[in-house]
């Protein structure tokens, strides 16, 4: 377990500091149960019971305590991974990575330790705390990529980077799901986490380059609805630069449309966004629909579905909306969208359990592996910013083969 140890040289934290920290703390907590966008600095100052005065001595604008907030929670992750590159073997490394996770989280849903604020919007902050908070997400994400050691296994550059976002976004997946779990069950799910990372989902070696013929050419439906193009366009720049950016001038200039034409399709912004979520969950279901009537094994039709899906983020037909945007829109409707999340998810976890009945997937947890495809799928988004070679030919074995058959796979070959 990651212990913080007092240097004696170091000086005792002034009054200032530790009121600026408690002020962090209580912000990551409501950033993470109210979402960035309805967080404000007279909620916060009301929480700890401060008029908004006394709390702009300590952060002036919102941006400023949205910046700070990140950039402890980037250095508390930073650590873990430090921590975690002084072990030699590989699937030690990785166990103890992911076991450190949960048992942070462990902690903080014991009220043991200060909530950190999760990774959602970071798009959502503006210049220059963008820049800042980038950055520093960079440089946490270079010493992730250190747990898979150049000259260790046979991985490319490529590789590399693809299984050190994978991991990442495994555990900032598990956020949602974990909840769910006693915390202290948490070590228990870690290490079942831990399992399907390493060694697979899929009970033997899955080619994913299409040489055996397996898994079929990605299905792509066209778009049915004119409507479509203004839900492909907000799509696209909430992903790419927030909800915040992704403003009703923005969309209508990237359509060369005015924004009388915007308003004649969409009555609000808000209810664009959750028009992007209805986009993208029928789009998931029809590959589901699409994968669950081949005529093949349950693993099978996992891949199938995961290819498309994947193969969808890589394409110009349009990515699926990242679930960062959930933080955009109000809680009810967020917990509804989390809601129709969850119920295409335990499609992939039906169709993982008749692969665990077919033999063509091994023994894991489903409750989790279900959880991970559908983790998986949704930051394939974001693939091509850490792996620029990363495309619609190479990003199934690149991002879905790992998970299919685990990193020690391809750590063997």
Same mark, same amino acid.
């Given at each position: ?13 002034? *009054?200032?500091?530790?009121? +600026?920290? /408690?002020? @962090?703390?209580? &912000? %990551?907590? !409501? ?5 960035? #966008? ?17 709390? *702009?001595?300590?952060?002036? +604008?919102? /941006?400023? @305590?949205?910046? &700070? %907030?990140? !950039? ?5 992750? #930073? ?6 590159a002084g072990i030699d073997q590989f699937d030690d490394r990785i166990r103890h990575f992911v076991r450190s996770y949960f ?214 037909e349009g990515a699926l909306l990242r679930t960062s945007a959930l933080t955009a829109i109000g809680p009810e409707l967020r ?79």
């Open positions: 377990m990651l212990m913080a140890i007092a240097d004696p040289d170091t000086p005792a934290p002034t *009054r200032f500091e530790r009121r +600026k920290e /408690e002020i @962090l703390h209580v &912000a %990551a907590a !409501l950033f993470n149960r109210n979402g960035l #966008r309805d967080t404000t600095l007279a909620i916060v100052a009301g929480e700890i019971g401060f008029n908004l005065k006394s709390l *702009r001595y300590y952060f002036k +604008k919102r /941006e400023d @305590l949205v910046a &700070a %907030a990140f !950039l402890e929670s980037i250095a508390l992750h #930073r650590a873990l991974a430090e921590d975690a048992a942070l989280q462990a902690r903080v849903r014991r009220g043991e330790q200060a909530e950190f604020v999760h990774f959602g919007d970071l798009r959502a902050l503006s210049q220059p705390h963008l820049d800042v908070v980038g950055a520093a997400y960079v440089e946490m994400f270079r010493h992730l990529r250190r747990l898979f050691k150049p000259g260790e296994c046979s991985w490319t550059s490529a590789e590399r980077s693809a299984n050190a976002h994978l991991l990442l976004s495994q555990l900032f997946w598990s956020v949602i799901w974990i909840d769910g779990y006693l915390p202290e069950d948490y070590g228990r799910a870690a290490d079942r986490l831990c399992d399907i990372l390493l060694n697979g989902l899929a009970g033997r070696f899955v080619d994913l380059s299409g040489a055996d013929g397996e898994i079929p050419t990605p299905f792509f439906d066209s778009e049915r609805l004119s409507h479509d193009s203004f839900l492909r366009t907000a799509t696209h720049l909430i992903n790419e630069i927030g909800y915040r950016g992704a403003s009703v001038d923005r969309i209508s200039s990237a359509l060369s449309v005015t924004k009388g034409a915007f308003y004649h399709h969409n009555e609000t912004r808000d209810g664009l966004v959750v028009a992007c979520f209805e986009r993208t969950f029928d789009i998931v279901r029809r590959a589901q629909d699409r994968a669950m009537a081949e005529d093949m094994n349950g693993l099978g039709r996992v891949a199938a579905a995961a290819v498309t899906l994947v193969g969808r983020q890589m394409s110009s917990t509804e969208m989390a809601r129709r999340l969850t119920v295409l998810t335990w499609r992939f976890a039906d169709m993982l359990n008749d692969g665990m009945t077919d033999g063509s997937v091994r023994v894991c947890d489903m409750r989790i592996a279900s959880e991970m495809v559908t983790a998986m799928i949704n930051s394939a988004q974001e693939l091509q910013r850490w792996v620029p070679s990363a495309d619609a030919s190479n990003a199934a074995t690149l991002y879905i083969g790992p998970l299919l058959n685990g990193f020690l796979a391809s750590a063997k070959r």
